[in-house]
């Protein structure tokens, strides 16, 4: 690592002692480029997030679904009292096992479960950080109770 002095056409090559200033003048620089303006990750996840969800329950025949993954990429599933208990996925139902059998296949026996969840409250930098920790693309965001707003 290569550091700046206090004059900037000098350059040091002693390690600095902190990193965090460095931390503060990326973060500030690339949050244009990692943030949408709309997506600011100071503000709360209730303020971008989507609404008038489309949801299933683990009964549902896939076959039945499979034509919304034409407009959307994931859809939470519901137990009978709102809570969220998995995803299912446009990549869960093109898997070719499930393709084959269609008619015959339920929500249950492809979606992902647990649920991976967030409540409204939180901040987007951390459901951004929820999302790369588990490696996913969509999660649903629900209330004190549990039930998916």
């Given amino acids: 690592v290569v550091a700046a002095t206090e004059n900037d056409d000098e350059l040091s090559k002693e390690w600095p002692t902190s ?4 931390y503060e003048d990326i973060t500030e620089n690339l949050r244009p480029l990692l943030f ?17 969800l489309i949801t ?3 009964e549902t025949m896939v076959s039945t679904i499979v034509s919304v993954f034409e407009e ?9 009292d709102g809570g969220c ?11 070719k096992s499930v393709l084959e059998q269609i008619e015959e296949v339920s929500v249950e026996e492809v979606m992902n ?16 950080a929820i999302m790369l920790k588990h490696k996913i693309h969509r ?6 109770d549990g039930k998916v707003v």
């Fill in 72 to 80: 959307i990429t994931g859809i939470p599933v519901l137990d009978a």
């Fill in 85 to 95: 208990i998995g995803m299912i996925s446009k990549k869960d139902v093109s898997k």
């Fill in 139 to 144: 999660v649903p965001v629900v209330d004190d």
């Fill in 19 to 22: 990193y965090s200033n460095f």
């Fill in 56 to 58: 299933t329950t683990p």
């Fill in 36 to 52: 949408l303006p709309e997506a600011d990750p100071d503000k709360g996840v209730d303020s971008v997030m989507s609404t008038g």
């Fill in 113 to 128: 479960s647990p649920a991976i969840t967030m409540h409204h409250s939180l901040l987007i930098a951390d459901a951004a």
